[in-house]
């Protein structure tokens, strides 16, 4: 688990970089990024009385993916060694609660947040818990969208030259395809799934 969040870390440091290079200096609002992707994930679960709705269980763990890349940015954001801090979230990330309604849960979690502009760790486990999604899970999701992101911006998306349709279906379900056909567990995972997402690419071309 250590070395999987530090190398979600250090992804997330690099892809901050990309964006702006002393992006630490320019304290973005991590905190409002994350409470708007709370707001964003409870519609995809579902709320709304006068109406029928299914939670829509993919797209919840996307948003709670998105969530996490904001809330690692905002630890990050005070410039605490990369192997220190990894020891903090493994210490409060615990995927458990005993709270039977999700939604409340993500109402305490996004209320901490607004309240502390912080990002909580804690809060954001008993979310995982609460749609089962695990570490392990989290962190293939992590690295898939991570990667997938600097794959769109080497291949012109800033330019608008990158086109998310490859042989008839979006970046995304490629990318799921091939993380599942990947070990997560390999050192060179984030490595070998820029690699496949390019021959891939190449090849829908």
């Known amino acids: ?7 979600m870390l250090e992804m997330q440091d690099l892809m901050n970089t990309r964006v702006h ?12 990024a994350i409470w708007v992707e709370c707001a964003e994930l409870l519609d995809h679960y579902g709320w709304k009385w006068w109406k029928q709705q299914a939670a829509d269980m993919d797209q919840v763990s996307l948003e709670l993916i998105d969530i996490w890349h904001f809330g690692l940015s905002a630890l990050l954001q005070n410039g605490a060694p990369l192997q220190a801090l990894a020891e903090q979230i493994g210490e409060q990330l615990v995927v458990a609660t ?4 999700f939604r409340l849960d993500l109402e305490r979690f996004a209320a901490h ?3 502390s502009r912080s990002f909580d760790v ?6 995982l818990a609460g749609v089962e999604l695990g570490f392990e899970e989290l962190y293939r999701g992590y690295v898939g969208k991570n990667v997938l992101n600097f794959f769109r911006q080497d291949h012109g998306y800033l330019e608008g ?4 349709q490859w042989a008839g279906r979006e970046d995304n379900e490629h990318l799921v395809e091939i993380v ?13 799934l820029y690699r496949a997402l390019a021959q891939r690419y190449r090849s829908a071309g």
Do not use: C, I, P, V
């Open 21 to 32: 290079s002393d992006w630490r200096q320019q304290h973005f609002a991590w905190y409002r």
């Open 161 to 164: 030259n990158y086109n998310k």
């Open 1 to 7: 688990m250590q070395a999987q969040l530090r190398t």
């Open 98 to 101: 005993d709270e039977e309604d």
């Open 113 to 115: 947040t607004l309240s």
């Open 180 to 192: 599942q056909a990947l070990d997560s567990d390999s050192s060179t995972f984030k490595d070998d």
């Open 122 to 127: 804690a809060g954001f486990g008993r979310l």
